[in-house]
Protein backbone atom coordinates (compact mmCIF):
# COMPACT_ATOMS: atom_id res chain seq x y z
CA UNK A 1 0.00 0.00 0.00
CA UNK A 2 1.70 3.44 -0.72
CA UNK A 3 1.64 6.39 1.68
CA UNK A 4 -1.15 8.57 0.32
CA UNK A 5 -3.69 5.62 1.21
CA UNK A 6 -2.14 4.60 4.57
CA UNK A 7 -2.45 8.02 5.49
CA UNK A 8 -6.13 7.77 4.53
CA UNK A 9 -6.63 4.26 6.11
CA UNK A 10 -4.99 5.96 10.00
CA UNK A 11 -7.85 9.14 9.43
CA UNK A 12 -10.36 6.98 8.61
CA UNK A 13 -10.01 3.72 11.08
CA UNK A 14 -11.04 5.91 14.61
CA UNK A 15 -14.36 6.92 12.85
CA UNK A 16 -15.48 3.14 11.99
CA UNK A 17 -14.04 1.74 16.06
CA UNK A 18 -17.95 2.12 17.20
CA UNK A 19 -19.37 0.13 14.03
CA UNK A 20 -15.83 -2.36 15.11
CA UNK A 21 -17.64 -3.38 17.69
CA UNK A 22 -21.30 -3.81 16.91
CA UNK A 23 -20.66 -5.55 13.49
CA UNK A 24 -18.38 -7.88 15.47
CA UNK A 25 -20.49 -8.54 17.88
CA UNK A 26 -24.31 -8.15 15.37
CA UNK A 27 -22.54 -10.41 12.32
CA UNK A 28 -21.26 -12.93 15.11
CA UNK A 29 -24.64 -13.19 16.40
CA UNK A 30 -25.52 -13.08 12.73
CA UNK A 31 -23.59 -16.68 12.41
CA UNK A 32 -24.47 -18.33 15.62
CA UNK A 33 -27.65 -17.82 14.45
CA UNK A 34 -27.81 -19.01 11.23
CA UNK A 35 -25.63 -22.06 12.34
CA UNK A 36 -28.42 -23.51 14.55
CA UNK A 37 -30.91 -23.67 11.68
CA UNK A 38 -27.94 -25.08 9.88
CA UNK A 39 -26.92 -23.24 7.86
CA UNK A 40 -22.75 -22.60 8.36
CA UNK A 41 -20.28 -19.96 8.14
CA UNK A 42 -20.20 -21.20 4.28
CA UNK A 43 -23.58 -19.41 3.94
CA UNK A 44 -23.83 -16.84 6.31
CA UNK A 45 -20.82 -15.14 5.07
CA UNK A 46 -21.82 -15.75 1.41
CA UNK A 47 -25.37 -13.56 3.02
CA UNK A 48 -23.19 -11.12 4.64
CA UNK A 49 -20.70 -10.35 1.63
CA UNK A 50 -23.54 -10.14 -0.74
CA UNK A 51 -26.31 -8.51 0.72
CA UNK A 52 -24.72 -6.71 3.83
CA UNK A 53 -28.01 -5.27 5.32
CA UNK A 54 -27.78 -6.73 8.42
CA UNK A 55 -32.21 -6.29 9.56
CA UNK A 56 -32.55 -7.87 5.83
CA UNK A 57 -30.28 -10.57 6.50
CA UNK A 58 -31.94 -11.29 9.63
CA UNK A 59 -35.69 -11.26 8.37
CA UNK A 60 -34.13 -13.48 5.57
CA UNK A 61 -33.29 -16.01 8.11
CA UNK A 62 -37.44 -16.94 8.38
CA UNK A 63 -37.16 -17.33 4.01
CA UNK A 64 -34.44 -19.65 4.47
CA UNK A 65 -36.33 -22.10 7.39
CA UNK A 66 -39.60 -22.75 5.87
CA UNK A 67 -41.09 -23.57 2.72
CA UNK A 68 -39.41 -21.94 -0.84
CA UNK A 69 -40.69 -18.47 -1.12
CA UNK A 70 -38.70 -16.40 -3.40
CA UNK A 71 -41.12 -14.04 -4.03
CA UNK A 72 -42.12 -13.50 -0.64
CA UNK A 73 -38.69 -13.36 0.54
CA UNK A 74 -37.93 -10.68 -1.99
CA UNK A 75 -40.60 -8.56 -1.38
CA UNK A 76 -40.11 -8.78 2.57
CA UNK A 77 -36.18 -7.45 2.05
CA UNK A 78 -37.16 -4.64 -0.70
CA UNK A 79 -39.33 -3.66 2.45
CA UNK A 80 -36.74 -4.00 4.95
CA UNK A 81 -34.11 -2.19 2.62
CA UNK A 82 -36.16 0.69 1.39
CA UNK A 83 -35.04 3.03 3.69
CA UNK A 84 -31.91 3.05 2.23
CA UNK A 85 -33.20 4.90 -0.96
CA UNK A 86 -33.43 8.04 1.53
CA UNK A 87 -29.13 7.32 1.94
CA UNK A 88 -28.44 7.62 -1.50
CA UNK A 89 -30.21 10.89 -2.37
CA UNK A 90 -28.63 12.01 0.47
CA UNK A 91 -25.43 11.20 -0.89
CA UNK A 92 -26.08 11.52 -4.80
CA UNK A 93 -23.90 15.08 -4.82
CA UNK A 94 -21.00 13.61 -2.48
CA UNK A 95 -20.31 10.52 -4.37
CA UNK A 96 -20.80 11.86 -7.72
CA UNK A 97 -17.47 11.82 -8.93
CA UNK A 98 -16.04 8.74 -7.49
CA UNK A 99 -14.90 7.61 -9.87
CA UNK A 100 -14.54 3.35 -10.59
CA UNK A 101 -15.34 2.78 -6.63
CA UNK A 102 -18.46 4.67 -7.01
CA UNK A 103 -20.12 1.19 -7.69
CA UNK A 104 -19.08 -0.01 -4.47
CA UNK A 105 -19.34 2.97 -2.41
CA UNK A 106 -23.24 2.93 -3.25
CA UNK A 107 -23.14 -0.80 -2.64
CA UNK A 108 -21.68 -0.51 0.87
CA UNK A 109 -24.18 2.17 1.64
CA UNK A 110 -25.76 0.46 5.18
CA UNK A 111 -27.22 2.36 7.71
CA UNK A 112 -23.84 3.08 9.56
CA UNK A 113 -21.62 3.50 6.92
CA UNK A 114 -24.26 6.03 5.59
CA UNK A 115 -24.44 7.78 8.66
CA UNK A 116 -20.89 8.40 9.30
CA UNK A 117 -19.94 9.22 5.66
CA UNK A 118 -22.97 11.96 5.56
CA UNK A 119 -22.00 13.79 8.57
CA UNK A 120 -18.44 13.59 8.95
CA UNK A 121 -16.30 15.57 6.60
CA UNK A 122 -13.02 14.14 5.34
CA UNK A 123 -9.86 15.79 6.88
CA UNK A 124 -7.76 18.23 4.90
CA UNK A 125 -5.08 15.51 3.81
CA UNK A 126 -6.70 13.17 2.60
CA UNK A 127 -8.43 12.50 -0.52
CA UNK A 128 -12.42 12.69 0.16
CA UNK A 129 -13.22 9.05 -2.14
CA UNK A 130 -10.28 7.45 -0.22
CA UNK A 131 -11.67 8.69 3.35
CA UNK A 132 -15.29 7.10 1.91
CA UNK A 133 -13.85 4.58 0.65
CA UNK A 134 -12.02 2.97 3.74
CA UNK A 135 -14.90 3.62 5.66
CA UNK A 136 -17.19 1.52 3.84
CA UNK A 137 -14.61 -1.11 2.89
CA UNK A 138 -13.73 -0.94 7.34
CA UNK A 139 -17.24 -1.81 7.77
CA UNK A 140 -18.34 -4.37 5.38
CA UNK A 141 -15.40 -6.02 6.68
CA UNK A 142 -16.16 -5.97 10.29
CA UNK A 143 -19.78 -7.33 9.20
CA UNK A 144 -18.44 -10.09 7.07
CA UNK A 145 -15.48 -11.13 9.60
CA UNK A 146 -18.23 -11.26 12.94
CA UNK A 147 -20.46 -13.36 10.70
CA UNK A 148 -17.50 -15.86 10.03
CA UNK A 149 -16.57 -15.99 13.25
CA UNK A 150 -20.08 -16.76 14.74
CA UNK A 151 -20.46 -19.15 12.21
CA UNK A 152 -17.13 -21.48 13.05
CA UNK A 153 -16.62 -20.85 16.57
CA UNK A 154 -20.29 -19.23 17.70
CA UNK A 155 -21.11 -22.47 19.71
CA UNK A 156 -18.05 -22.84 21.21
CA UNK A 157 -17.30 -19.79 22.64
CA UNK A 158 -20.19 -18.57 25.12
CA UNK A 159 -19.26 -14.58 26.52
CA UNK A 160 -21.62 -12.33 28.03
CA UNK A 161 -21.87 -9.54 26.15
CA UNK A 162 -25.30 -8.96 26.27
CA UNK A 163 -26.40 -5.17 25.22
CA UNK A 164 -23.39 -4.62 22.96
CA UNK A 165 -25.23 -4.04 20.33
CA UNK A 166 -26.45 -0.53 21.78
CA UNK A 167 -23.05 0.58 20.24
CA UNK A 168 -25.11 1.28 17.50
CA UNK A 169 -27.89 3.61 18.30
CA UNK A 170 -25.29 5.41 20.37
CA UNK A 171 -23.58 5.73 17.22
CA UNK A 172 -26.91 7.26 15.59
CA UNK A 173 -27.76 9.47 18.93
CA UNK A 174 -24.39 10.68 18.79
CA UNK A 175 -24.42 11.93 14.96
CA UNK A 176 -28.32 13.05 15.67
CA UNK A 177 -26.61 15.48 18.58
CA UNK A 178 -23.87 16.16 16.83
CA UNK A 179 -26.45 17.69 13.64
CA UNK A 180 -29.03 19.23 16.53
CA UNK A 181 -26.47 21.78 17.52
CA UNK A 182 -25.89 23.53 14.02
CA UNK A 183 -29.42 25.23 13.89
CA UNK A 184 -30.70 24.83 10.31
CA UNK A 185 -30.30 21.40 10.41
CA UNK A 186 -33.05 21.29 13.42
CA UNK A 187 -35.55 21.79 11.16
CA UNK A 188 -35.43 18.25 9.02
CA UNK A 189 -33.84 16.61 11.88
CA UNK A 190 -37.20 17.52 13.81
CA UNK A 191 -39.15 16.03 10.99
CA UNK A 192 -37.51 13.25 10.60
CA UNK A 193 -37.97 11.78 14.51
CA UNK A 194 -41.43 13.25 14.54
CA UNK A 195 -42.53 11.25 11.40
CA UNK A 196 -41.18 8.28 12.76
CA UNK A 197 -42.65 8.36 15.86
CA UNK A 198 -46.45 9.15 14.57
CA UNK A 199 -45.67 6.13 12.29
CA UNK A 200 -44.58 4.03 14.93
CA UNK A 201 -47.42 4.45 17.11
CA UNK A 202 -49.66 4.49 14.17
CA UNK A 203 -48.61 1.31 12.13
CA UNK A 204 -46.36 -0.72 14.91
CA UNK A 205 -42.78 -1.98 15.18
CA UNK A 206 -42.28 -4.10 11.91
CA UNK A 207 -44.53 -2.21 8.57
CA UNK A 208 -44.01 1.49 10.13
CA UNK A 209 -40.54 2.64 8.24
CA UNK A 210 -41.72 2.91 4.34
CA UNK A 211 -44.86 5.02 5.97
CA UNK A 212 -42.88 7.43 8.14
CA UNK A 213 -40.60 8.14 4.88
CA UNK A 214 -43.21 8.89 3.06
CA UNK A 215 -44.77 11.47 5.04
CA UNK A 216 -41.29 12.42 6.02
CA UNK A 217 -40.95 12.98 2.12
CA UNK A 218 -44.54 14.79 1.97
CA UNK A 219 -43.71 17.11 5.15
CA UNK A 220 -40.13 17.95 3.80
CA UNK A 221 -42.09 19.05 0.51
CA UNK A 222 -44.84 21.00 1.70
CA UNK A 223 -42.20 23.19 3.77
CA UNK A 224 -39.88 23.26 1.22
CA UNK A 225 -39.74 27.23 1.25
CA UNK A 226 -39.42 27.63 4.99
CA UNK A 227 -36.73 25.49 5.42
CA UNK A 228 -34.55 26.21 2.55
CA UNK A 229 -34.56 30.05 3.65
CA UNK A 230 -33.10 28.73 7.19
CA UNK A 231 -30.29 26.71 4.89
CA UNK A 232 -29.62 29.57 2.97
CA UNK A 233 -29.12 32.02 5.52
CA UNK A 234 -27.22 29.60 7.64
CA UNK A 235 -24.88 29.33 4.54
CA UNK A 236 -25.01 33.00 4.00
CA UNK A 237 -23.81 33.25 8.09
CA UNK A 238 -20.89 30.59 7.38
CA UNK A 239 -20.01 33.12 4.61
CA UNK B 1 -30.79 -26.65 6.56
CA UNK B 2 -34.60 -26.27 5.22
CA UNK B 3 -33.93 -25.70 1.57
CA UNK B 4 -31.79 -27.32 -0.64
CA UNK B 5 -28.12 -25.67 -1.74
CA UNK B 6 -30.05 -24.22 -5.07
CA UNK B 7 -32.85 -22.80 -3.27
CA UNK B 8 -30.68 -20.89 -0.29
CA UNK B 9 -29.06 -19.41 -3.27
CA UNK B 10 -31.71 -18.17 -5.01
CA UNK B 11 -32.74 -16.32 -1.20
CA UNK B 12 -29.29 -15.35 -0.84
CA UNK B 13 -29.39 -13.44 -4.58
CA UNK B 14 -32.60 -12.13 -4.07
CA UNK B 15 -31.93 -10.25 -0.71
CA UNK B 16 -28.59 -9.06 -2.29
CA UNK B 17 -30.87 -7.95 -5.11
CA UNK B 18 -33.01 -5.74 -2.77
CA UNK B 19 -29.55 -4.64 -1.25
CA UNK B 20 -28.73 -3.53 -4.83
CA UNK B 21 -31.95 -1.68 -5.76
CA UNK B 22 -32.47 -0.04 -2.85
CA UNK B 23 -28.94 1.93 -3.18
CA UNK B 24 -28.62 1.66 -6.40
CA UNK B 25 -31.66 3.43 -7.23
CA UNK B 26 -31.53 6.89 -6.66
CA UNK B 27 -28.46 6.93 -8.84
CA UNK B 28 -29.70 5.21 -11.60
CA UNK B 29 -32.60 8.05 -12.02
CA UNK B 30 -30.07 11.05 -11.31
CA UNK B 31 -26.72 10.58 -12.52
CA UNK B 32 -25.29 10.85 -16.01
CA UNK B 33 -27.16 12.60 -18.55
CA UNK B 34 -30.37 13.24 -16.77
CA UNK B 35 -29.31 15.43 -14.05
CA UNK B 36 -30.88 15.63 -10.39
CA UNK B 37 -33.55 18.81 -10.86
CA UNK B 38 -33.41 21.70 -7.91
CA UNK B 39 -36.04 18.90 -6.29
CA UNK B 40 -33.85 16.50 -5.82
CA UNK B 41 -31.23 18.58 -4.75
CA UNK B 42 -33.68 19.95 -2.37
CA UNK B 43 -34.01 16.47 -1.09
CA UNK B 44 -30.77 15.55 -1.01
CA UNK B 45 -29.73 18.62 1.78
CA UNK B 46 -32.51 17.51 3.44
CA UNK B 47 -32.95 13.77 4.31
CA UNK B 48 -29.42 13.27 5.23
CA UNK B 49 -30.97 15.27 8.49
CA UNK B 50 -34.45 13.19 8.67
CA UNK B 51 -32.90 9.65 7.78
CA UNK B 52 -30.57 9.87 11.29
CA UNK B 53 -33.93 10.99 12.97
CA UNK B 54 -35.46 7.56 11.23
CA UNK B 55 -32.68 6.09 12.02
CA UNK B 56 -32.67 7.09 15.80
CA UNK B 57 -36.49 6.23 16.21
CA UNK B 58 -35.78 2.55 14.21
CA UNK B 59 -33.11 1.45 16.66
CA UNK B 60 -35.60 2.36 19.54
CA UNK B 61 -38.61 0.78 18.03
CA UNK B 62 -39.05 -2.02 20.36
CA UNK B 63 -38.94 -0.19 23.60
CA UNK B 64 -42.18 -1.18 25.77
CA UNK B 65 -42.95 1.77 27.44
CA UNK B 66 -45.44 -0.38 29.93
CA UNK B 67 -42.07 -2.78 30.94
CA UNK B 68 -40.03 -0.75 33.17
CA UNK B 69 -36.81 -3.05 33.43
CA UNK B 70 -37.12 -2.56 29.26
CA UNK B 71 -37.23 0.85 29.18
CA UNK B 72 -35.74 2.64 31.61
CA UNK B 73 -32.10 1.22 30.50
CA UNK B 74 -32.59 2.47 27.09
CA UNK B 75 -33.97 5.53 28.17
CA UNK B 76 -31.40 6.43 30.88
CA UNK B 77 -28.29 4.93 28.46
CA UNK B 78 -29.81 7.19 25.54
CA UNK B 79 -29.96 10.36 27.93
CA UNK B 80 -26.39 9.89 29.08
CA UNK B 81 -25.14 9.98 25.18
CA UNK B 82 -27.20 13.16 24.34
CA UNK B 83 -25.65 14.62 27.69
CA UNK B 84 -22.16 13.45 27.20
CA UNK B 85 -21.76 14.64 23.35
CA UNK B 86 -24.07 17.80 23.87
CA UNK B 87 -21.24 18.81 26.78
CA UNK B 88 -17.79 17.02 25.51
CA UNK B 89 -18.59 16.77 21.76
CA UNK B 90 -16.39 13.59 21.65
CA UNK B 91 -17.90 10.89 19.44
CA UNK B 92 -15.80 7.63 21.31
CA UNK B 93 -16.25 8.74 24.71
CA UNK B 94 -19.92 9.62 24.26
CA UNK B 95 -20.73 6.35 22.60
CA UNK B 96 -18.21 4.22 24.67
CA UNK B 97 -20.14 5.52 28.28
CA UNK B 98 -23.54 5.32 26.91
CA UNK B 99 -23.13 1.78 25.56
CA UNK B 100 -20.93 0.35 29.04
CA UNK B 101 -23.67 2.27 31.10
CA UNK B 102 -26.57 -0.03 29.29
CA UNK B 103 -24.44 -3.20 29.26
CA UNK B 104 -24.25 -2.74 33.31
CA UNK B 105 -27.71 -1.33 33.28
CA UNK B 106 -29.30 -4.71 31.76
CA UNK B 107 -26.86 -6.90 33.24
CA UNK B 108 -26.76 -6.28 36.49
CA UNK B 109 -29.34 -3.82 37.71
CA UNK B 110 -32.25 -4.86 35.79
Given at each position: MDESKKKALKATFPHTIPVLAGFLFLG???????????????????????????????????????????????????????RHVFYSISMLDKYREMGKMKGYLIFGLCDETF????????????????????????????????????????????????????????LFVTIFVGQWKIRSNRGPAMIGVLCSIVCLMLFGESRFIIPAMILIIAIITLLQKPLSVTKQAAKEVEK | ????????????????????????????????????????????????????????????RG?????????????????SVVILHYWKENALLSMGVGTAVYMVLINVVF
Amino acid sequence: MDESKKKALKATFPHTIPVLAGFLFLGFAYGVLMKSKGYGAGWSVLMSLFAFAGSAQYAAIIALTTVFNPINAFVLSLIVNARHVFYSISMLDKYREMGKMKGYLIFGLCDETFSIVSSTKPPKDVEPKMFYFFITLLDHCYWVVGTALGGLFGLVISMNLKGLDFVLTALFVTIFVGQWKIRSNRGPAMIGVLCSIVCLMLFGESRFIIPAMILIIAIITLLQKPLSVTKQAAKEVEK
Amino acid sequence: MTLNATQALAIIGLVALSTVLTRFLPFALFSGKRKAGKYVHYLGKMLPYASIGLLVVYCLRGVEFGNAANIVPEMIAVLSVVILHYWKENALLSMGVGTAVYMVLINVVF
